[in-house]
Nanobody, 121 residues
Framework: QVQLVESGGGLVQPGGSLRLSCVASGRIFSIVVMGWYRQAPGKERELVAA???????NYADSVTGRFTISRDYVKNTVYLQMNSLKPEDTAVYYC???????????????WGQGTQVTVSS
């Protein structure tokens, strides 16, 4: 089976920085997209940033210029560097990976357990 393990959340003051990590492990044939979503209380889950196997990135407008997504292809790890954090960035952040388990199989989506990010003074 595939496991996603996230780390790096916590409490930070406005203007501060955090770095999230997510490691995908298990019998993975290939990964096409790795990304981060977030869900604040009372709101729907939203895409924060994603990176493809080719290195293309996509960011939510609200984080563009402040957050940077990167990927270690060897370690099947995705990172989210979050700078200039704002109180409205407070949410549970979820790692998402779209992958294939074997050659020619369907793409599957896997989710991490979520990590809390709280921005508050």
């Amino acid at each position: 089976q595939v496991q996603l393990v996230e780390s790096g959340g916590g409490l930070v003051q406005p203007g501060g920085s955090l770095r999230l990590s997510c490691v995908a492990s298990g019998r993975i044939f290939s990964i096409v997209v790795m990304g981060w979503y977030r869900q604040a209380p009372g709101k729907e889950r939203e895409l924060v940033a994603a990176i493809t196997s080719g290195g293309s990135t996509n960011y939510a407008d609200s984080v563009t210029g402040r957050f940077t997504i990167s990927r270690d292809y060897v370690k099947n790890t995705v990172y989210l560097q979050m700078n200039s954090l704002k109180p409205e960035d407070t949410a549970v952040y979820y790692c998402n990976v779209r992958l294939r388990l074997t050659y020619g199989s369907s793409w599957l989506d896997y989710w991490g357990q979520g990590t809390q990010v709280t921005v508050s003074s």
